[in-house]
């Protein structure tokens, strides 16, 4: 489509002696009171105007935004650029591969399928810290990893070959998103378009819903699905309503002893608290000048705990200084400037954006805290986390023995159930550690005696720290956090301190970076001397890859049922997700993470115990090696320098002796091997016609899963363990991989068989068909018994039989990661629709995405409320009318008693509320899915 200008912004900007063509937003009335993410959208339609995708009134819609109004007016976003994480990279180019065939199936040219923005992957989520604690973990890591993962990686080095704009960042180089911000975005893009040199907001859309951390440089960009990240590498815009933008002002500074980890902790629960689903948020006012850069990362980082879609900071000097610390040109830095500057995106702290709604933070009030046992927003003060902990040891600590031969049979202990059943008993419960409620109750002490194969002898009970890991992106790319944990390290090495021997340490930093000043400020003995050895240069414990315990903690902790824990610097402390044998997970700063490896337990209050002895017999306590502010800024200035980072990203793509030497197939279409267990053609495109099926009603359908609230996409599609006698287990040991090669359900998303059979797997899935049964089980109600079965099983039945599938949910459905195989493996397992009270973003867009239509109960409404208990036979009528164009407001759902319902269940009927929020989602779904609409439109 060629470019329509409608309001004349096109004009010249001239920055030294090159001149760029830019689309200027002050020609748009009304584009003086927007925030600083809207003008980026604005310009964004300007530069894609075409007349029939991004309209005129589109254009008029944004300057003349309404803060308050609810949101209703679709745009055409166009992202810069796509970044991508191995896990949901793969996928991707398995598609864009599997699409090459299509294609051609359907007799067009399969170099159609090809990124038409840049696209750049960065390999971080495969290395495992299976070593720990000794000089050669690095290594042997990395090793171990190419061991692992060698077919994935020869994959991608073909798909780097074959398809144009694709850049692939080797293993052990770094995070996507500490790489993101310190090599890859451009915070200006510059780019030729027919012949002429555009400049332009760096925008960005990524795999990992992490990757907001980019907008602590002023650069818009959010997580999606690995399905809309294909979609948008081949040139779709992403839909979208123009959102609310929640101002949120900061004042104050941060007070001593206080780090960037407990802002973002705090700024996490006040924003989840204040409901930011579905919006942007900007941060404003006097007190951003004073946010270094790393700290505007580490909160843009956790945009997806708190909610948001993206948690912009805007443009200015820091944004500059920043930009010339990490080694970009100067050249680069002159356009950025000049170019915010012209377009009105630089930060004026006197100039106050109108906002849809505001909060407001002073710094000075932050005090330290931790997050846990389970998610991320919740917050507690570390002053109280000895308290809070034995509150919240009760739904962990207190599991029958038939519960644990349970557990060894590979589902796993009881816990709290996923979600409670609102979030008011959750809020109650939370506060009790708030001196609220009556005194803790008391847990049944499993002291457990363990000898390690080194000799060392200890006891171990509930609430003992197994693992503490300094690890995730949130607080590796953040020197002050850093560099206060080498500190710490320092002086606890120096009075003789040591890690308990049971506590698993580990180090994986976001970039070499770290490595490198480290060093320069003599910090790595230290770091050392307490068991934290470098273990990789990627996600590690966050995504799950903590790898195994001692093999003697283990059997402790699994025959006593302890309720072991995890401290972690990272964002996501999810059930089942850190390691399958702990069952509590704590995030927390780096020096933190340390401090607990000194303790030992959660079971300690830094206040008042003492964290051992010195070499002259007197107690050691916190604030005795707590490293002062001012040295942590003075080693900050000291030990870091620009040409770290221009020695580190030089070669960036190139990799080592293993990356360069992988042999790698050539060809502009994929060979696909029929043995494989990691790489496999996809079924999605398989008898697909030009034309499209028409939409049908939903008749005769049985309830797969019966949910609670908070379901994450982790309890959908597990990253971590595979276990041994789950249908993934069995289908790897079919296929001759021995146990220990397993890997993770993350490593093998490239096979669509493990993750169908991965789908509603995790350990702590509770499936309320069943009582008190937690993991990847149903009822299959196929059989006249409906007796208790694997969730894949039961489907394979299902789909057998014709009968369709749905699955009824609670509040806050698929949050957490942007996990596209949540809906894929939820579409192959033959769901046809999900019923919950609502949406995390990103994956009712995926849904959609893989033909699966997203539905509400009615407001207020919940399967309980509605008396339905998953055993009715469910029929939803109405949505044939997208047939026809239009897409339903609501559509009627009748759930009528089947053979397995009580005597005397009555029929329930209700409106579910459509969750296709725009016409584009409107046109994936008529397609059966949003690759298939992109390949119909290629062709």
Request: glycine share 10%.
């Amino acid at each position: 489509m060629s470019q329509v200008n409608s309001f004349g912004s096109k004009d010249t900007l001239a920055v030294g002696s090159t001149e760029y063509q830019v689309f200027r937003v002050d020609r748009v009335p009304g584009y003086e009171k927007l925030p600083f993410s809207l003008k980026v959208l604005l310009e964004n339609l300007l530069r894609t105007e075409d007349g029939a995708n991004v309209t005129r009134s589109q254009i008029e819609a944004l300057g003349s935004w309404v803060p308050t109004a609810e949101p209703d007016t679709e745009i055409q976003f166009t992202p810069a650029r796509v970044v991508m994480q191995d896990f949901t990279g793969v996928p991707c180019i398995v598609d864009l591969a599997t699409m090459r065939e299509a294609v051609a199936a359907l007799g067009g040219d399969p170099k159609k399928i090809n990124p038409l923005a840049p696209a750049e992957m960065v390999i971080d989520h495969s290395v495992i810290a299976d070593l720990f604690g000794t000089e050669n973990a690095f290594e042997r890591n990395v090793e171990i990893e190419y061991e692992r993962n060698g077919e994935r990686y020869q994959f991608l080095r073909w798909g780097q070959t074959a398809f144009d704009d694709f850049k692939v960042v080797p293993p052990g180089t770094g995070i996507v998103h500490q790489v993101n911000i310190e090599y890859l975005a451009r915070v200006t893009m510059t780019r030729e378009v027919d012949g002429v040199l555009q400049a332009y907001p760096d925008t960005c859309v990524g795999t990992d819903s992490h990757t907001t951390m980019v907008n602590g440089l002023g650069v818009l960009g959010w997580g999606v699905g690995g399905i809309e990240a294909e979609a948008a590498m081949l040139g779709q815009p992403v839909s979208m309503l123009i959102p609310k933008v929640v101002g949120f002002k900061l004042a104050g500074t941060i007070p001593t002893g206080v780090t960037a980890t407990d802002v973002v902790l705090t700024i996490t629960q006040m924003l989840r608290k204040h409901g930011v689903v579905g919006k942007f948020v900007e941060f404003y006012g006097a007190g951003v000048a004073a946010v270094p850069l790393a700290n505007r990362a580490t909160i843009g980082n956790m945009s997806p705990e708190f909610g948001s879609t993206a948690a912009m900071f805007p443009i200015d000097d820091v944004t500059l200084d920043y930009l010339r610390l990490t080694g970009r040109s100067e050249e680069q830095v002159a356009l950025v400037e000049a170019y915010a500057k012209l377009q009105t995106l630089w930060h004026d702290a006197d100039s106050e954006p109108v906002f849809s709604e505001y909060l407001e933070l002073d710094l000075g009030t932050v005090v330290p805290s931790i997050a846990g046992p389970k998610r991320p927003q919740d917050r507690v003060e570390l002053s109280r986390a000895k308290t809070q902990f034995e509150l919240d040891l009760g739904a962990y600590a207190e599991t029958s023995h038939s519960e644990m031969d349970a557990a060894l049979e590979g589902t796993f202990p009881a816990s709290d159930p996923v979600g409670f059943t609102s979030q008011d008993e959750e809020t109650a419960h939370r506060q009790a550690g708030n001196g609220h409620t009556s005194p803790s109750p008391s847990h049944a002490s499993k002291p457990s005696e363990v000898t390690l194969h080194n000799g060392d002898h200890f006891t171990l009970d509930h609430g003992a720290v197994a693992i503490a890991a300094i690890t995730s992106c949130t607080n590796t790319s953040n020197p002050s956090v850093m560099l206060a944990a080498g500190l710490l390290a320092r002086n606890a090495s120096k009075k003789g301190l040591k890690s308990k021997p049971w506590v698993k340490t580990t180090l994986a930093p976001g970039s070499k970076v770290v490595t490198d000043y480290y060093e320069k400020a003599g910090l790595n003995g230290y770091l050392e001397d307490l068991g934290f050895y470098l273990v990789g240069y990627g996600c590690t414990t966050c995504i799950g890859n903590s790898g195994p315990l001692e093999e003697e903690i283990s059997k402790a902790v699994q025959d006593n049922d302890l309720a072991v824990t995890a401290v972690l610097s990272g964002n996501r402390n999810f059930e089942g997700r850190i390691n399958p044998d702990v069952k509590m997970n704590y995030l927390a700063s780096p020096p933190l993470v340390i401090a607990y490896a000194l303790a030992g337990s959660m079971n300690f209050d830094f206040e008042v115990d003492s964290l051992g002895k010195d070499t002259e017999g007197n107690d050691v306590f916190l604030k005795d090696i707590w490293p002062d502010a001012a040295e942590v800024q003075a080693t900050i200035d000291s030990s870091i320098d620009t040409e770290m980072f221009t020695h580190e990203y030089a070669g960036v793509f190139d990799g080592d002796e293993r990356w360069r030497s992988l042999p790698t197939p050539t060809g502009s279409t994929f060979e696909w091997d029929e043995n494989s267990t990691y790489v496999r053609k996809p079924p999605y495109f398989d008898g697909m016609t030009m034309e499209t099926t028409p939409v049908s009603d939903i008749v005769g359908a049985r309830v797969l899963a019966k949910l609670a609230d908070s379901v994450t996409t982790d309890h959908i599609s597990p990253a971590g363990n595979i276990k041994a006698d789950s249908p993934a287990g069995k289908y790897l040991d079919e296929h001759g991989i021995d146990r220990k090669d397993y890997n993770s359900y993350g490593s093998r998303r490239g096979n669509h068989e493990v993750m169908i059979r991965g789908t509603f797997a995790n350990i702590r899935l509770r499936n309320q068909l069943l009582d008190g049964v937690e993991g990847g089980y149903t009822r299959d109600f196929t059989k006249p018994d409906a007796p208790q079965s694997f969730i894949y099983d039961a489907s394979q039945n299902y789909q057998a039989a014709g009968t369709p599938l749905v699955i009824f949910a609670g509040k806050e459905y698929g949050s957490g990661s942007s996990r596209d195989w949540a809906a894929k493996g939820t579409s192959l397992l033959g769901v046809k629709a999900v019923i919950t009270e609502s949406f995390e973003r990103i994956h009712r867009s995926n849904l959609i995405g893989m033909g699966v239509v997203p539905l509400q109960f009615p407001a207020g409404e919940s399967w309980a409320s509605l008396g339905l208990d998953g055993t009715e036979i469910v029929s939803i009528s109405g949505l044939e009318a997208l047939n026809s164009g239009t897409t339903p407001k609501t559509v009627h759902v009748t759930a009528a008693p089947s053979e397995h319902s009580p005597a005397g269940k009555p029929t329930v009927e209700f409106d579910a509320v459509v969750r296709i929020d725009t016409p584009g989602e409107a046109d994936y779904y008529r397609n059966g899915g949003i690759l298939q609409y992109v390949l119909r439109s290629l062709v």
